[in-house]
């Protein structure tokens, strides 16, 4: 297991297979699915397919969502971090995407702001990442709220999947200027 992150509160490491429980009951919340596209998985296999899914993002990209585990419990409460998308999005492609996701009880703690702030720095002081991108359901107040706090920049809005969605981005060369403010 490789930790990639360490925060006051939280761990943010390689997904395991250990994990699956812990993301089962996330992503079978149908609250936490609300603003992406209303589809919780429904069985533990799903899950653990996620995770395989993830884990081959490492090998294939060198990079994938990071498990973040709480310091003080040990817990699995979510995931965070950066995904290599390939797909045509919003006539781009080839660009980090900062995501995150937590299960329910954890919501409100300030950690998917804590995430983002950490794998921001991270993506563009240890792993030299030239832009980073966050995509938000316009309707996700929490998560438009969060993609500005950390500092990203909404340059449009464009449909995803049926839904209007934010684009945000930072370049390193914004990144530092925002730095120095």
Known sequence: MKIHIVTDRLLMRDMMDEDAQGMFAMDSDAEVHKFLGNKPIA????A???IASIKQQYIDNGIGRWAVVEKESGDFIGWSGFRLITDVVNERTQY????YRFLKKYWGK???SETAFASLNHGFKELDFKEIVGIADVAHTASNTILKKVGLIKRNEFIYDGTLHNFYSLSKEEWRENLNK
Do not use: M, N, S, V
Request: aromatic content about 14%; proline content about 0%; hydrophobic content about 30%.
């Open 43 to 46: 069985t533990l296999q799903e």
């Open 48 to 50: 653990q397919k996620i």
């Open 96 to 99: 980090y995407d900062l995501g």
């Open 110 to 112: 300030g950690y998917a």
